[in-house]
């Protein structure tokens, strides 16, 4: 079953205290709920504005299918800066947000993050191969 519709999303996507000071890596995120709807955001990273900055937030307006509780959520990091995220908010119209916290340097090449149940507290972390990904929640 497909979600035709379409959804606007806001992002924020605070980087550690403990992140290189800037980073030139390449950031994607995926996100989705436990009905397989999957929303994909690729190189959120933009090098000339200094995004993912130590210490700062960074804000992304996201579309996607729409979906019910976010209650996953994947960063992809491709580069050597080492990059590191404090945590990610998913706001989506008429939901609470998703927050999940990292707080750890992401595997260069590799899809990593956080499967929660339906939304509750983060359960376990998750590393992905880049050819398969995890959908639904546990």
């Known amino acids: 079953m497909q979600n035709a519709r379409s959804c ?3 992002v924020s996507i605070r980087t550690s205290c403990f992140s290189p000071r800037y980073t030139r890596d390449q950031i994607s995120l995926s996100f989705g709920d436990a009905y397989d709807y999957q929303v ?29 509780q976010v209650c996953y959520l994947y960063l992809y990091r491709r580069g050597y800066d080492g990059w590191i995220p404090e945590s990610v908010e998913v706001y989506e119209y008429n939901t609470r947000p998703a927050t999940f916290y990292f707080n750890t340097r992401i595997p260069r090449d590799t899809w990593y993050g956080f499967n929660s149940d339906l939304g509750r507290k983060i359960r376990k972390g998750y590393v992905m191969g880049s050819k398969s990904r995890k959908r639904g929640c546990e």
Do not use: K
Not at 42 to 67: I, S
């Open 40 to 68: 994909y955001a690729p190189r959120l990273d933009n090098p000339y504005t200094r995004t993912f900055e130590r210490c700062l937030v960074d804000t992304f307006q996201v579309h996607g299918p729409c979906t019910y």
């Open 8 to 10: 606007a999303y806001t």
